[in-house]
């Protein structure tokens, strides 16, 4: 990377194309850096006041603005050496534009090279996105899904007592499984497909036996996702080119969520668009609790999947995803988001079974914020292309039914 932030004699930027966007970025930084330069000169000198008349805020008449023209003369100011330094993403073939390998919209990262994305021209929900109206259908994943219940979404779910757990055989801890479960594991079952109204908790019973698993593996799961259509294009959470999700705005870093259990201290692994397990388990912060995003991928830089510890009380919770993630051109996939939120469940930490339940689940990032529970109530809009309709100062969460 070192040679690429070098320039030769010649003006060319080594490592780039000549005329490539990266080039342009770089070169108009030199030619920016060298107006500042006449600028902080000229400052000084009397012939200086014919330059634009300059107004109580600050600003300038206008004589100033804008680049060089090529006469000779200097004739841009600190909003055209501001103009010259703004960063142009990569162009389709070029690199992606650290940090956080970015590119132009309608595009995505891929092995450093930006390529065309799936969702370009397509409508894309705007960040902070509620997925409640678009991802209604969940389906299991795993060997024991036939003791993974999906359940409806009732009264019950802030209930503090529950229904008899069926006793299925596991007196104990058990074994653990054999290696850790995640999403590219599929695995065969008795797969149930269930769908929630908007504004629903999702509610679940994992009552494990050891018994159905195939292998010796006894873990099962689900996947939120945006149609029975999808899930069945998923099988075993398997994706396929049928499998066609929802385009998501580039940016977001965050799955954030609400979720309790009726058994205090069990742990689930939560994640998203594509496996990537951190094999912490719980992951926790320094003081015991629930991790944020940072401290999630600095424990495990990359991944995508992340072993929570619940508790018996509605708590937020995140599942982050890497700066730059390209969420929407998932390798293998038919584009889109086509899994929002997946679970995976261990019997180890569901000795007797328990109640699960999750609710509010939003993507975001920093700047829109993480805690799901303090977003304003949804707003309906959507983006093309990949820019949101919206702008910085849009509040709420998008929740706009799917256009496509």
């Given at each position: ?350 000795t007797g079974g328990a ?15 993480v805690d799901a529970g ?31």
């Amino acid at each position: 990377m070192s040679d690429l932030s070098q320039g030769s004699s010649n003006g060319r930027v080594l490592g780039h194309k000549p005329g490539s966007r990266y080039a342009r970025m770089q070169a108009g930084a030199v030619v920016a850096a060298g107006f500042a330069v006449i600028a902080a000169c000229s400052s000084n000198s009397p012939s200086n006041n014919d330059a634009g008349n300059s107004n109580p805020d600050g600003s300038t008449d206008g004589t100033m603005s804008g680049s060089s023209s090529g006469s000779g003369s200097s004739s841009g100011s600190s909003s055209g050496t501001a103009e010259a330094a703004v960063i142009e993403y990569g162009e389709a073939g070029e690199p992606c534009t650290p940090p956080g390998n970015t590119c132009a919209s309608g595009l995505f990262c891929s092995g450093g090279t930006c390529q065309p994305s799936s969702c370009a021209g397509k409508p894309s929900r705007s960040l902070p996105y509620n997925i409640e109206n678009d991802f209604t259908t969940v389906f299991t994943i795993g060997p024991e899904s036939a003791n993974f219940s999906i359940l409806p979404s009732g009264a019950d779910c802030d209930a503090t007592t529950y229904p008899p757990i069926p006793n299925t055989g596991l007196g104990d801890g058990g074994m653990p499984d054999a290696g850790y479960p995640s999403l590219q594991d599929g695995g065969a079952g008795a797969v149930q497909v269930a769908t929630y109204v908007p504004s629903s908790c999702y509610e679940f019973l994992f009552d494990p036996s050891c018994i159905t698993g195939g292998q010796g593996l006894c873990w099962s799961g689900a996947i939120f996702t945006n149609s029975p259509a999808t899930a069945a294009a998923a099988p075993g959470a398997v994706v396929t080119p049928s499998a066609v999700g929802v385009c998501i705005d580039p940016g977001a870093t965050t799955i954030s969520f609400w979720a309790r259990a009726s058994v205090p201290g069990v742990i689930v692994k939560f994640g998203s668009s594509r496996p990537g397990p951190c094999l912490v388990t719980p992951i926790l912060e320094a003081d015991g609790g629930a991790p944020d995003p940072a401290t999630e991928q600095a424990s495990c830089p990359g991944d995508t999947e992340f072993y929570i510890q619940l508790t018996d009380q509605w708590a937020n919770y995140t599942v982050s995803l890497p700066a730059g993630e390209p969420y929407d051109d998932e390798p293998g996939s038919g584009g889109g988001v086509w899994s929002a939120l997946s679970m995976v469940v261990e019997p180890q930490y569901f000795t007797g079974g328990a109640y699960l339940f999750i609710k509010d689940v939003v993507w975001t990032n920093a700047a829109d914020g993480v805690d799901a529970g303090i977003l304003p109530p949804a707003e309906a809009g959507t983006s093309e292309g990949g820019a949101s309709e919206g702008g910085a100062g849009e509040a709420g969460a998008s929740d706009a039914p799917s256009g496509g």
